[in-house]
């Protein structure tokens, strides 16, 4: 609240996390990359590259922001609480990383973000990656944000082929439409290897993940 108040006004705030499972003592804070990133495009991208994420325990929302942004999506069931955030941070004027407020994440074995096995489940994935290109684009069409928009959309096809074939062709089409000369690398080492010799589509074919 204080940072808030000290600050102008149309930023949030937000506090390391850590986790723990039973006693509270023994919560590990781990540093992410996200943490003290201000600026809203760089946090979302920043996310998209690997560099972490905030449970929405961390963040400190003026209502004003959260009604600009719009509320909260009920029809995604897995990733909403990402999706929700991205709207708010980029309608925002930045993150406030508050160091000395800490919020303690108690890991459940069957939390929600861990269901993500079903059709629905990732449909929604899908859904918030396509949103987050439609948020992100209307402000910063670079061509930086474009390739951390591709990781989601690679990432997700590496996830769910074959599985789910049409969801990941779906993917692939939306990666193919933001016209990158080439694909940013994602991946397990081995993966990464493959792929930066044969590219990322022939690497799966090559590992028998998937073909298309």
């Known amino acids: 609240m204080e940072a808030l108040i000290k600050a102008p006004e149309g930023f949030i705030a937000s506090c390391p996390w850590g986790k723990f499972s039973n006693i509270i003592r023994e919560t ?20 998209w590259n690997g560099g972490g994420m905030m449970i929405p325990g961390c963040w400190l929302l003026p209502k004003t922001l959260i009604l600009k942004a719009s509320l909260w999506n009920e029809d995604l069931t897995l990733n909403d609480d990402s999706e929700f955030m991205c709207r708010v941070l980029l309608a925002s004027k930045g993150n406030l990383f508050v160091e000395d407020a800490q919020v303690y994440y108690r890991q459940v074995p069957n939390s929600l973000s861990k269901n993500n096995t079903s059709f629905k489940a990732a449909n929604s994935l899908l859904t918030s990656f396509e949103l987050y290109e439609k948020h992100v684009l209307q402000i910063d069409n670079s061509l930086r944000v474009k390739k951390s928009l591709a990781i989601n959309y690679l990432t997700f096809i590496y996830e769910y082929y074959p599985k789910f074939s049409d969801l990941t062709n779906r993917a692939k089409i939306k990666c193919e439409n933001l016209k990158l000369d080439s694909n940013p690398i994602i991946g397990g080492t081995t993966f990464k290897k493959i792929a930066s010799i044969f590219g990322f589509y022939n690497a799966i074919w090559l590992t028998g993940k998937l073909k298309f």
């Open 28 to 47: 590990v804070f781990k540093e992410q990359s996200v943490w003290r990133v201000k600026d809203p495009v760089d946090w979302c991208t920043t996310s």
